[in-house]
Structure formats: structure tokens, C-alpha cells
């Protein structure tokens, strides 16, 4: 008998509640076959996900919703990669201007989870800053260039920092800032770590251009103004105007690999530079930021933290100041007058760009570790590490408890210990990040010590190069040189806090760091 429309309709209708019970058909997103996207620019999920200021008399002011969906939305490219000029092969960007635009980013071709995640990647190496077309046969990044930036390169020569892109036939791109840019290390051997504390010379490479094609003062300052005025700490202004325009490129060649100035950081004369957090295991931490600024409770909270970390973060309102703002940043900019130091363009990803990201984040996976112990050298540094009271905060599986701790003068508000995970006592390291910067909550997170082989410089400023140097009780003292990030001017500093382990013999330290190598 032929099926009638009406049997037809309940057959469908039926059909489709089956799949929403089971989750495999979201209500948001009708294309998204095996995913409940959530929405990225919530109003009461973003200020539910992030922590206030140490100041609680701010008021903080996010962008709309409408302005938010208003932004033109990213079509993702195909990347392609970025030789220096010696190493590049013969006729490459003649023959990439020869090839078609290639969308690497297409919503009705995802079908599975492992889709989801390969499309994720294409979302983490998109770019979101362009120059010019490139005009050249050959690349401009020379060998000279990555000598003097102390950057990186593979073995093939490639420099994974920055990426071609092709958006229309024949002229050719340079894109840089994507999230591979932060969170790719090059490795002493060339090899890559996708996902982990990157080491992008940024800074060095801002202030190689600054010498060579001779920035003038007032752009720099209003770009530092941008990024690092706090409303609540004042005093991180004066340290901007009493630079020299001379001064700026000694102070950002200051910042080693692995450092760099954040959009919402302050610039002092002990701190304006903070080390690059991972993403591998990203997945398990309950804050994301050193200061614990965003809750990670679920996958919309990474596409949030995503989302304000490519540009939105930059039109936030603190007791009225807006960085990126027009009449003297008090002002929404219209998406045409976007003013970002960094060259952030006006464009937003979709959410299911966003959901894909975070897919992809989360399949991050850890290195193979080199590092090959003795079981009995590896057993006496796994009791140090529980005699020394490490494990209390560095809690195994995740070697993290998950919680906040007080910056050094903070006193967390009665509510906090009802509204956060908080372990109230302080390891008494620099506070400027958390109580001097936009970024400031009062409170540090408390790190995973998991892949420490493979990340550094140490601590949230970066100042200590190796794992010992945590442990050598020098550091305390005033005329220590600090192994990594060294502030500029500064040629002498302690680096106080996390006094822990300092009083252990050579074989238990021994012990113990090759312990902390395993992880």
C-alpha cells in the first residue's frame, strides 16, 4: 500500500524526536548531526563563566549581542606554509598564486567526530591578521631575520608561526595571529608541538620593525595604552610615559620565547610579559587563564574564551574605558573603525567554527617523552614530591587540585569560597597580573605540572628558564639574574614566591625533577 502524506509526516515527525532524545539532531543547529552547538555570545553564560575584578566597585560591560552578530563571519582557507627565504623551494608562491581558493571549513561535510576535530584544526592555524598582498617571487623572512628574533624553524625550514592564504586566485596572503600562533612550539630538534607553550618570537619581530621602519612614539604608546591601561591600578600608566620611544624595542626584545605582551596585561617595571599557557589537557582544568579570569565547565566556555581571546576581549568596558574604543576609548568602534594594536580584523567565527575548535583542542595529545629514568630515581622523586607537600596543590592524576590561590595582598571576599573553588593560602609570587591587570581576578590558578619537559620559561612571568632554577634559593635573593624573562632595565631581581623544595639535598633535587620530567 503507498504511504499517504499524513503517514508520511508522522513518520518524520517521529524520526526527528527520536534523534533529538538521543542528542544525534540539534534544535540550534539543524546541520549539526552529532553535536548541540552551543551559542558562543550568551550575555548570562559570559558573565557567569567570568571571575570579577580584584576591584569589585568595576563595572565591567561586555559587547551585545548584536553587535556581536553583527561582525561579518570568518570563511576559512586552506593555510599553506611559510619558508624562510633560503630554504624555500624553487617557484613556491609562483605556484600557490596558480591555485583555486580552497575552503577548508565546510559545515555540511561534517559527519563524525573525527571530522569535527579535522575541521577544528583548520579553525586553529586560520589566521585572523593579513598584510598586503604579497608581490614577491620569493619570501621576505630571511635567515638574518630568525637569527635575530631568536626564532625557530623546522628542518625543511618552514616557519610555523605564520601561514599563507590564498582567498581569491592569483594574489597571495600573509596571515598571522591564528591559535597556532601562541600555541605551537618549535622544538630543539625542529619538531613541533602543536597545542603547547609556544615560543614565537613576537615581541622580538615587533621590535625588529620598530628599528627598521622607524614606528613613531605616539603609535606605540597608544597601542600600550590599549592593551595594558587598568582602570583600578592607574599607576601602570606612568610606567608607559616615562619610556623613551628608544626604549620600546629594548623592552619587548626583553621578552624571551615562550613570553609575550597580552592584550589586558599591564606594563610595570617588574612584569609586562607573561608566559604562554598550553592547551594539551586543556580539556580537565576548571580556569583558563593564569589568573583563573574564565570557568571551563563546558565546551561553550572554551568557544567563549576563544571568541574574546581573537579581539572581542577588546571591546569589553571597564568602568567605561573600552581598549579598543573611539573618542578616547569610551566608544563602541563600528566594525569599519576596529583600531586593534595587534591588527585584529572585524570578523567573528560561527559558532560551529568555534564548537570545531574546541573539539579540536580537546583531542590534543602529549609528545612522546624522551626522558628515561631509573624506576628506583623516579620512586625517590615521587616521595620527595609527596614529603615536600607538593602533592596538596599538584594533585595526581591531573597534578592540580583545580583551585584558585590568593595573589599575595588579595583577601578573597566571603562569597567567593561559595561561588569558587579556592585554596586560601599564597604562594606569594609577583601579583601585578592579578591585581594590576585587566586580566586581574585576585587569584592565580593552580597549574597542571603535567608536560613540563616540554614547556618553559617557568612560573606566570616566565623569569625562570629551568625546572632547577624553581628550586635554587638564589632566586630569592635581590642580585639573582633572572634565567628567562629578565625585565627591561632591570639587571638584577629576585624572583619571590613558591618557596618550595629550596632546602633539598643534590640527590632528592635530582630526583625529584627527573620525577617532574615524567609527568
Request: hydrophobic share 35%.
Amino acid at each position: 500500500m503507498k504511504p499517504s502524506a499524513s503517514n508520511w509526516r508522522f513518520f518524520t515527525l517521529a524520526m526527528v524526536g527520536s534523534m533529538l532524545a538521543f542528542g544525534l539532531l540539534s534544535t540550534q543547529n539543524p546541520l549539526s548531526f552529532i553535536a548541540d552547538i552551543p551559542k558562543t555570545w550568551d550575555l548570562k553564560e559570559i558573565k557567569r563563566f567570568h571571575l570579577p575584578p580584584p576591584d569589585p566597585s568595576v563595572e565591567v560591560v561586555y559587547a551585545s549581542e548584536e553587535y556581536y552578530n553583527s561582525l561579518e563571519e570568518h570563511v576559512i582557507y586552506k593555510t599553506y606554509p611559510f619558508y624562510t627565504r633560503e630554504k624555500e623551494p624553487e617557484g613556491y608562491l609562483d605556484s600557490l598564486r596558480k591555485l583555486e581558493p580552497e575552503i577548508a571549513f565546510d559545515l555540511s561535510k561534517i559527519k563524525t567526530q573525527e571530522d569535527w576535530i579535522k575541521a577544528g584544526e583548520a579553525v586553529f592555524h586560520w589566521p585572523v591578521q593579513f598584510g598586503r598582498p604579497i608581490e614577491d617571487s620569493v619570501s621576505r623572512l630571511s635567515m638574518e631575520f630568525i637569527e635575530a628574533t631568536n626564532g625557530k624553524l623546522t628542518p625543511e625550514g618552514i616557519y610555523p608561526f605564520s601561514h599563507y592564504v590564498i582567498k581569491k586566485k592569483g594574489e597571495l596572503l600573509r596571515g598571522d595571529l591564528s591559535c597556532a600562533n601562541c600555541h605551537t612550539r618549535v622544538m630543539d630538534d625542529g619538531s613541533l608541538i602543536v597545542g603547547g607553550q609556544g615560543n614565537a618570537p613576537f615581541d622580538p619581530e615587533f621590535a625588529h620593525a620598530i628599528k627598521q621602519f622607524h614606528i613613531p612614539a605616539f603609535f606605540i604608546k597608544k597601542g600600550a595604552a590599549q592593551l595594558s591601561h587598568t582602570p583600578w591600578a592607574p599607576e601602570v600608566d606612568d610606567y608607559i610615559e616615562n619610556l623613551d620611544s628608544a626604549d620600546y624595542p629594548g623592552m619587548l626584545s626583553s621578552h624571551v620565547p615562550g613570553t609575550m605582551v597580552r592584550q589586558g596585561v599591564s606594563f610595570s617595571p617588574t612584569e609586562d610579559a607573561v608566559a604562554v599557557p598550553s592547551l594539551i589537557g586543556v580539556k580537565d582544568r576548571k580556569y583558563m587563564d593564569k589568573t583563573g579570569l574564565m570557568l571551563h565547565e563546558n565546551p561553550g566556555d572554551m568557544m567563549r574564551y576563544a571568541a574574546f581571546n581573537q579581539g572581542m576581549d577588546m571591546l569589553t568596558s571597564y568602568d567605561g574605558f573600552i581598549p579598543m574604543g573611539t573618542n578616547k576609548y569610551s566608544e563602541m568602534p563600528k566594525p569599519e573603525e576596529w583600531d586593534h594594536p595587534f591588527g585584529y580584523q572585524p570578523y567573528r567565527y560561527t559558532d560551529a567554527q568555534l564548537y570545531a575548535l574546541t573539539q579540536f583542542i580537546y583531542s590534543l595529545k602529549p609528545p612522546e617523552n624522551p626522558h628515561q629514568y631509573e624506576e628506583a630515581l623516579l620512586a625517590r622523586g615521587e616521595h620527595v614530591f609527596n614529603e615536600q607537600g607538593c602533592v596538596t596543590c599538584h594533585t595526581p592524576p591531573l597534578y592540580t587540585n583545580n583551585q584558585l590561590t590568593p595573589a599575595l595582598g588579595f583577601e578573597p571576599p566571603e562569597e567567593h569560597f561559595e561561588k569558587y573553588d579556592i585554596f586560601n593560602v599564597s604562594v606569594e609570587t609577583d601579583p601585578t597580573l592579578a591585581l594590576k591587570s585587566r586580566r586581574g581576578t585576585g587569584y592565580y590558578k593552580i597549574p597542571s605540572l603535567r608536560g613540563l619537559w616540554y614547556r618553559g620559561p617557568y612560573l606566570h612571568t616566565g623569569n625562570l628558564a629551568n625546572l632547577e632554577d624553581l628550586f635554587d634559593p638564589a632566586r630569592l635573593k635581590d642580585d639573582y639574574v633572572p634565567t628567562g624573562y629578565k625585565p627591561y632595565l632591570v639587571e638584577t631581581m629576585a624572583v619571590k614566591g613558591h618557596e618550595f623544595g629550596m632546602e633539598l639535598n643534590d640527590d632528592d633535587l635530582d630526583a625529584l625533577v627527573a620525577f617532574l620530567k615524567t609527568l
